[in-house]
C-alpha cells in the first residue's frame, strides 16, 4: 500500500471522516458525502431556460434574459442552490474541503449533454483577496478534473481578474453588472476554441456573462458555463 494511502487509512481510524452535509462517517475513499445526502441533492429539472439555466415555462420565455441579455451560449447545471448542496458548497469554499471537488465535478459531468464536445475548459478566476483568503480557487480546482474527465485542456491560466470592489452575493442585482464589468482580462489565444467555463453556483450570471465577453474578445467561437448548482431566489 503506497505510503499516502497508508497515511489516510491511519489518519482516518484517530479522526473519523464524517459526511459534511449530515456528520454520519464515512469510509476513507469517500468523497465527503455520503449516500443518504448525495441522493436528497435536489436536481435541476427542465424546463430551463437553454442559456442561464432558470426554471421558465416555455410559453413564457426567460424574462431575466430577456431584460438583460447574457453572453455565454448555454448553461449546464446539476443542481438546486439548497439543502445539501448548498452545505457541500459552503464546506468546500470557505472550510477548505478540498475531497468535496469529486462530488461536485461529477455532478458538472453528470449535467453535460452526450455527445457534446467542448476544446477546452477555463475557471471563472477568483478575486485576488479572496484567493489569498482561502488558499485555492474552488472553481478551477473542479476545472482540473473535468479536463481529466473530458480529456481537453484546462487554459484557466489565461484569464485573469482584477480586485472587485464589493462581493457579488452582497449586492443587488442592479448593482452587480457595474461590480464585474471590466474585471476580467484574457491573457491566452483563445481562437476558434468552444470553451466550458466552470464555476460553483449560478446566481444572475452577470460574472459568467464578462468572462464570456472576455473570452470571445480573445477569439473563443463559443463559451457555454458548467456550474455545481442554480439559485433561484
Not at 35 to 43: F, L
Not at 93 to 103: D, H, I, T, V
Request: with cysteine; hydrophobic share 45%.
Amino acid at each position: 500500500m503506497p505510503w499516502s494511502r497508508a497515511f489516510e487509512a491511519l489518519t482516518s481510524l484517530i479522526f473519523p471522516l464524517s459526511c459534511e452535509p449530515c456528520g454520519r462517517p464515512l469510509t476513507p475513499d469517500s468523497d465527503g458525502v455520503c449516500q443518504a445526502c448525495a441522493a436528497s441533492a435536489r436536481r435541476l429539472s427542465d424546463p430551463c431556460c437553454a442559456r442561464c439555466a432558470r426554471p421558465v415555462a416555455p410559453e413564457e420565455g426567460c424574462g431575466d434574459c430577456a431584460a438583460a441579455p447574457l453572453l455565454f451560449d448555454a448553461a449546464f447545471v446539476p443542481y438546486v442552490y439548497e439543502g445539501a448542496v448548498r452545505r457541500i458548497l459552503h464546506a468546500y469554499k470557505f472550510e477548505g474541503r478540498a475531497r468535496l471537488a469529486g462530488f461536485l465535478a461529477a455532478g458538472l459531468v453528470s449535467a453535460l449533454p452526450p455527445g457534446r464536445r467542448f476544446d477546452a475548459v477555463v475557471a471563472v478566476p477568483l478575486d485576488p483577496a479572496k484567493r489569498r483568503k482561502r488558499g485555492f480557487n474552488q472553481s478551477a480546482l473542479l476545472a482540473r478534473r473535468l479536463s481529466l474527465a473530458l480529456g481537453v485542456r484546462d487554459l484557466s491560466e489565461g484569464l485573469r481578474r482584477t480586485a472587485s470592489p464589493s462581493a457579488q452575493s452582497a449586492l443587488p442585482r442592479s448593482e452587480r453588472f457595474r461590480n464585474v464589468e471590466g474585471r476580467f482580462r484574457a491573457r491566452g489565444a483563445f481562437e476558434g476554441l468552444e470553451i466550458l467555463l466552470v464555476d460553483d453556483v449560478l446566481t444572475t450570471g452577470l460574472t459568467a456573462s464578462e468572462c464570456a465577453r472576455e473570452l470571445k474578445r480573445a477569439g473563443a467561437t463559443s463559451v457555454a458555463v458548467a456550474a455545481c448548482a442554480r439559485a433561484l431566489a
